[in-house]
């Protein structure tokens, strides 16, 4: 468990995404609000370490708010199983173009 007291993980919810051109997005001050194409009802992508793992809804209660967790994602199989390629289309990892023994 020692192992865990030490991991660290990123963690980040994207409710929207929104696209402007660097020469606003320099214009903005302190305080500046950058608009949405998503609202509060929308579903969040729950990220660890900029990679997808869940999906949510954000909850509002009182002064609070937080994500409720309402969809796991789970990593390809591709990735998971040792010797499988990573990815659709991609060479298997371990074939090195030779017969194994």
Do not use: W
């Not at 660290?8 to 020469?23: E, F, N, S, W, Y």
């Amino acid at each position: 468990m020692a192992v865990f007291e030490t991991l660290k993980v990123d963690l980040t919810v994207v409710l929207g995404r929104a696209r402007m051109p660097l020469h606003m997005l320099l214009r903005m001050g302190r305080g500046a609000v950058i608009e949405l194409e998503a609202s509060d009802s929308d579903m969040v992508e729950i990220l660890a370490n900029d990679h997808p793992i869940a999906r949510g809804q954000i909850v509002v209660t009182g002064d609070r708010i937080s994500v409720e967790v309402t969809e796991l994602i789970r990593k390809a199989a591709s990735i998971v199983e040792p010797g499988i390629s990573i990815g659709d289309g991609a060479t298997p990892f371990l074939d090195g173009g030779y017969d194994s023994p």
